[in-house]
């Protein structure tokens, strides 16, 4: 049932009945949060499987809000334009711009054997760890990703998207069409600097 709105300033929040016929009824299952502004106040209005009988908390709603923020995009300003070259294959990627991918930038020029970990990525040692103090690790890369595993050490990019990892930090992403990195096999590479924005 919808709880009445009573034009108070207090958050409101819509209870639906948990399906008897699901598993787990009178659990939360599926939730989702939308905040709107009415006579100066907020309604919370949520989708099915809430709390069967249960007003939703502030509390919860909080836990609920801070559970989408668990894996908080990386910082993706781009402060540099790499090309990477793979047997004669030039790809065009670019760097975010963070402590690490800045760390990264001062080893280039580098040439590198990508090899499989994996069909998902491909890996290569660096000459040294890269500075990973300042920034945040642990994403879901995307394919196309440049990333830095740190308690490895190593440099990987994605072929394909993948679930979140901790110690996982973004370089930077390929712009241009994967396909020259995207197959079985080791794949020498050279990754120089093509432009700095800033």
């Excluded at 409101?12 to 699901?22: F, L």
Aim: aromatic letters at 6%.
């Amino acid at each position: 049932m919808e709880a009445p709105w009573n034009g108070s300033s207090m958050s409101q929040t819509r209870i639906m009945q948990a399906d008897p016929e699901i598993p787990g009824a009178g659990t939360l299952a599926r939730r989702t949060v939308l905040t709107a502004i009415r006579g100066g106040g907020v309604i919370a209005l949520t989708g099915s499987g809430l709390f069967s009988g249960a007003m939703f908390s502030g509390a919860m709603f909080s836990g609920a809000m801070a559970a989408t923020r668990r894996d908080p995009s990386p910082r993706k300003v781009d402060f540099m334009t790499l090309e990477i070259n793979a047997e004669g294959q030039r790809l065009t990627a670019s760097l975010d711009d963070n402590e690490t991918a800045r760390d990264f930038a001062a080893m280039l020029p580098l040439a590198l054997r990508l090899t499989d970990y994996g069909t998902i990525e491909k890996v290569s040692d660096l000459p040294h760890p890269l500075k990973s103090e300042e920034t945040p690790a642990g994403y879901s890369p995307r394919r196309g990703d440049i990333a830095y595993y740190a308690p490895w050490g190593n440099l990987v990019i994605f072929r394909q998207d993948f679930r979140h990892a901790c110690g996982l930090i973004r370089l930077g992403a390929i712009r241009s069409d994967i396909a020259a990195l995207d197959r079985s096999g080791t794949i020498p590479v050279t990754i120089a600097q093509l432009d700095r924005k800033r």
